[in-house]
Every structure is written in C-alpha cells, then in structure tokens.
C-alpha cells in the first residue's frame, strides 16, 4: 500500500516569525512547512536564524501566539497567492510490516539505545553517549542533519562534527531510502521542547 504523507505547503517565500513555546523560551526562524503525519505529532518545520538547523517542532508545543503569529502569515500568503494548501505527497512505499533489512538484518537485531526511551526519560538520557541503530530518513544539508527512525519513532542527527567522507556517505543516500545505520554520539535535549533531542554525531556507519 502507498504510503502518503500529507504536507500543508506555504505557497510562496518562508516567512520568518519568532517561535515561541508554552514555557516562554523562543527563538527567531523561517517556517518552512507544516506536516501532518499519519499517526504522529503535528508539527512545524522551522530553519532556526542563528544556526540556519533545520528540525521539526510538535504544534502542541508551541504557545497560543505563534499558532496565532502562524494563521496570520499562511492568510496573508493565500491572499497573495490562492493555492491548495493541502496536498497528497507519495513517498517511496515502506512495508512496516516486514522491516527493511540489510545483511538480513533490521535495527531490532541490535542490541541498541531506543528512541522511544530517550523521550520517556529525558532527564536520564540528556547528554549521555549512545549508540543507535535504525533506518535513514530525510537529510537536510543546510542543517547538516538527516533524520533516522526505528519503527514509528524518530530522531534527528546532526552530523556537522563528522569528517569530510562520511559527510559525503550522508549527503549521497537519497531520502527516504531506510538504508540501515549505526549512529554513535551524544543526546542533546531541546531547550525549546520538553522530549525532544537531537544526537550529535561522532560516527555514522551505513551497514550494506
């Protein structure tokens, strides 16, 4: 079955608007899109100013006035120029129910850390050393960052800190490709979202 993501497009240039959580700390950023996936969190995707990191945001996270800051600029682009806003984009199939494997083997067979546990225990896990296995997402070379994924759960890996070769390894893969990864590095929680990290890589090692 094809799987579709559906992706609230911002018909012309990014708006920039400063981004605001529920716990009052923000930061100035351009909204690049708003995606909705099956399943998952609502969220926002944002290219921070001062870093130019691009990552995603759940819009649960953020405070009345920036949805509010949000609705206002998405009008304004819809008067200037009405589009659909809502559009079916497929990306290559995956069979979740037969995981993607390499050398018949899938990141369940690895004794690994789980993202799924970073999340429930943030405290615990913020700026541990981890080594995670799982299947590459979407990369952002603007960011230097891609994200990986084990099942349902995701997490982004900022790979700025890696050397010239494996920077060009990341940058070759194609999106989406559920090539199967090994990701040694540190966990660095959000300031801005309660349960959200990134892994800041020391080693990236595509396993064919």
């Given at each position: 079955m094809k799987r579709i993501i559906f992706i609230f497009l911002i018909?012309?240039?990014?708006?920039?608007?400063?981004?605001?959580?529920?716990q009052g700390s923000s930061f100035d950023a351009e909204i690049?899109?708003?995606?909705?996936l099956p399943g998952r969190e609502e969220s926002i995707k944002v290219r921070r100013n001062s870093d130019k990191r691009i990552f995603?945001?759940?819009?649960?996270?953020?405070?009345?006035?920036?949805l509010i800051s949000i609705i206002k600029e998405q009008?304004?682009?819809?008067?200037?120029?009405?589009?659909?806003?809502?559009?079916?984009?497929p990306i290559k199939p995956k069979q979740r129910n037969k995981p993607v494997v390499a050398n018949n083997k899938s990141w369940k067979d690895f004794d690994s850390d789980k993202i799924i546990d970073f999340r429930s225990n943030p405290l615990r896990w913020?700026?541990?050393?981890?080594?995670?296995?799982?299947?590459f997402g979407y990369k952002s070379s603007v960011g230097e960052s891609f994200s990986m994924e084990q099942?349902?759960?995701d997490i982004?890996?900022?790979?700025?800190?890696?050397?010239?070769?494996e920077k060009e390894e990341v940058l070759s893969q194609e999106n989406f490709s559920d090539?199967?990864?090994k990701v040694s590095g540190r966990l660095e929680k959000h300031s801005f979202s309660e349960n959200s990290f990134d892994i800041i890589a020391k080693k990236v090692e595509f396993l064919k």
């Open positions: 018909p012309t240039a990014l708006f920039g608007i400063d981004i605001s959580n529920k690049m899109e708003i995606i909705l995603s945001i759940p819009l649960n996270s953020l405070s009345d006035q920036t009008a304004k682009l819809n008067k200037a120029a009405p589009a659909p806003n809502l559009v079916a984009n913020n700026g541990k050393t981890v080594n995670v296995f799982g299947n099942g349902d759960d982004d890996v900022v790979y700025k800190g890696l050397s010239r070769r090539a199967l990864i």
